[in-house]
């Protein structure tokens, strides 16, 4: 009987325990907010600390994104965003873009930067690759605002670009 009891206890903890830990995290996403306002673009963007600290390890294994706020976390977190987001004209040359900082808030990292757009530019490719390398079911959230018409689209592994048109 106890012995009984013991298997049933450990099972249900079991299922309990594996159901808990899937529903603390079950899917990956991240946000970018762009927003054109005169020539420039305002962009913010929004990932899971966890999830960025699991993709940033191979570059600093002992990266803690909470309790380590130095200047070689901001150029890691500067040289990451770069390499896996793009704002590039359909004409013209690359936007370039202009780390403003980070900051955390709660389990989230918000990075914010900025670029200056040409006024000949209409049509943009954005491109987001941000924790695809880590997490293949990472899901990028881009929302585009200019004057006020807001275009929002999902970026993922199999489809990490998208070409927009800006009026």
């Not at 873009?97 to 200056?116: A, N, P, Q, R, W």
Request: aromatic share 12%.
């Amino acid at each position: 009987m106890i012995r009984r009891v013991l298997i049933i206890f450990v099972f249900q903890v079991t299922i309990l325990t594996n159901g808990y830990e899937k529903s603390l995290h079950p899917f990956y996403f991240g946000w970018v907010d762009i927003v054109k306002k005169d020539n420039l673009f305002n962009i913010r963007a929004k990932f899971y600390v966890n999830d960025l600290e699991a993709c940033l390890r191979s570059k600093k294994p002992s990266i803690d994104l909470l309790n380590d706020d130095s200047l070689e976390i901001s150029e890691i977190l500067d040289e990451y965003f770069k390499a896996n987001f793009n704002i590039n004209p359909v004409i013209g040359s690359n936007l370039k873009l202009k780390f403003s900082g980070y900051y955390l808030s709660e389990d989230m990292c918000h990075l914010i930067y900025s670029t200056e757009i040409p006024d000949q530019v209409h049509t943009l490719t954005i491109r987001c690759t941000m924790l695809f390398d880590g997490i293949p079911s990472q899901v990028n959230i881009i929302r585009l605002t200019v004057n006020k018409n807001t275009q929002t689209f999902f970026l993922k592994g199999s489809e990490p670009l998208k070409q927009v048109n800006l009026f």
